[in-house]
């Protein structure tokens, strides 16, 4: 399976992107999303089940809301009240063992 994002550009600080995933097979049990900042490490931001979403970092609950349709497989992050820090590139991927990584999709939130 191979996973591609899409959905990223730039917004101004307040303002929300909806990003999308779509994996060329079916979607794993548990599918999140992952951000990297530049100069950062790549880091966990949400998870979700085939029923209901699993958990968010600290620093997206509240704005953030995942979701996912199975028959398209497609696995969705809708991001609102963005901020500056919210940059980075976005990725998904499956959880506990995460594979291969697919290409992301670079938001930009300017202050």
């Known amino acids: 399976v191979q996973l591609q994002a899409s959905g990223g550009g730039l917004v101004q600080a307040g303002g929300s992107l909806r990003l999308s995933c779509a994996a060329s097979?079916?979607?794993?049990?548990?599918m999140a999303w992952f951000r990297q900042a530049p100069g950062k490490q790549r880091e966990y931001i949400a998870a979700i089940t085939r029923t209901s979403p699993l958990n968010y970092a600290d620093s997206v609950r509240g704005r953030f809301i995942i979701s996912r349709d199975d028959a398209r497989n497609t696995v969705y992050l809708q991001m609102n009240n963005l901020e500056p820090d919210d940059t980075a590139v976005y990725y998904c991927n499956t959880l506990p063992s995460p594979i291969s990584w697919g290409r992301g999709t670079l938001v930009t939130v300017s202050s």
């Open positions: 097979g079916s979607l794993f049990n548990i």
